[in-house]
């Protein structure tokens, strides 16, 4: 069952690729995941990619999908579920007399094209720590390792999907101005596609309704007309 690990595991996904990816176009190339900067501040400290989730919404055709559904003795048949629809953005930081942010991006963006994101066992373990804050204190790292495995494949079969994201200048423009406060960079969006997150949380039982048996007063008989 996919739960609350299904967000970072697409996003765990799209980071193995992408670093895979930025290691062959740049030696010495890494992935962050953080807020983009300005290209010329101190914290980059060397060609890198930085993947930022910046959007969720649920998914249009399947906004029906996160209703519960329950038995005709109001036992709860199925879980809710929301199905959401991930957008992120990909930034590309280095030396642009040596062409590394092109290099990276291009690389990045022919990877992506060409395969489906694949999450592999070793690129689940940076999420240890995250994972182990919403789980059971007896979980131990590789259960969870191997539940985000299961929770990414679950999610490939029910239409996992990654695609590019075209952004007008406009666009690009009020990300960087407003929501960043920081120079542009050169920026590509993808958008994953589609998550299910199937409720973990108990839902609570319908309460029990006494059958009322309502009696209809008889109404008296109208009067007579007048002649």
């Excluded at 299904?6 to 176009?25: E, K, P, Q, S, W």
């Excluded at 629809?85 to 290099?103: H, M, N, T, V, W």
């Excluded at 963006?109 to 395969?115: I, Q, T």
Aim: some cysteine; aromatic content about 8%.
């Amino acid at each position: 069952m996919i739960e609350h690990v299904g967000m970072a595991a697409a996003t765990a996904a799209l980071r193995h690729t992408v670093d895979t990816a930025v290691r062959r176009a740049v030696n010495g190339a890494s992935v962050t995941l953080r807020r983009p900067v300005a290209a010329d501040s101190a914290e980059i400290g060397g060609p890198r990619a930085n993947i930022y989730l910046y959007q969720s919404e649920l998914t249009a055709d399947q906004r029906n999908a996160d209703l519960p559904f329950r038995a005709g003795d109001r036992t709860l048949r199925q879980r809710p579920v929301a199905v959401y629809d991930l957008r992120f953005l990909i930034s590309f930081y280095g030396d642009d007399a040596k062409y590394e942010p092109q290099l990276m991006a291009g690389k990045v963006l022919e990877s992506l094209h060409a395969n489906q994101p694949s999450l592999t066992f070793e690129a689940t373990e940076e999420l240890d720590a995250a994972l182990a804050m919403g789980s059971s204190s007896t979980t131990t790292s590789d259960e969870r390792r191997r539940q985000l495995v299961d929770d990414y494949l679950e999610m490939r079969r029910q239409g996992l999907h990654f695609f590019q994201v075209p952004l007008t200048v406009s666009e690009l423009s009020q990300l960087w101005s407003f929501l960043f406060r920081a120079p542009y960079t050169l920026t590509v969006a993808w958008q994953c596609s589609s998550v299910w997150l199937n409720s973990s949380i108990e839902v609570p039982s319908l309460p029990q309704v006494a059958r009322i048996n309502a009696t209809i007063a008889e109404m008296p008989p109208p009067p007579e007309a007048k002649r």
